[in-house]
């Protein structure tokens, strides 16, 4: 019963930064790959960012490299996203998501936190 709890979206207008973060409820957090989705409306959710166990491997979606970073804090069992020049095609709602080592596949999703970027 992991929950991911996202926050640090908003309003903002091109150019600007904003510092999303993910924290879980999970004593094995430091166990997961982590990774940042986003979903604009009437498009389905999409990679955006991901981070191995450590943190020291990072993976982006072409759209956002050189903006994004993508961390985490183990031992505060969170990840963070730090987007800059952020551009009105940002705008989504942002997701974190827990990756499964076994599988691959991304088992446990938050409730999402709203990013508008406005031109």
């Known amino acids: 019963q992991v929950r991911l709890v996202e926050s640090g979206g908003g309003l903002v207008q091109a150019g600007g930064s904003l510092r999303l973060s993910c924290v879980a409820s999970?004593?094995?957090?430091?166990?997961?790959?982590m990774a940042w989705f986003r979903q604009a409306p009437g498009k389905e959710r999409e990679f955006v960012a991901g981070i191995n166990r450590s943190g020291d491997s990072t993976s982006y979606t072409d759209s956002v490299k050189d903006r994004f970073t993508i961390s985490r804090d183990n031992a505060k069992n969170t990840v963070f996203l730090e987007m800059n020049n952020l551009k009105p095609e940002d705008t989504a709602v942002y997701y974190c998501a827990r990756r499964r080592l076994a599988t691959g596949q991304y088992d446990s999703w938050g409730q999402g936190t709203q990013v508008t970027v406005s031109s």
């Open positions: 999970e004593r094995t957090f430091s166990g997961y790959r």
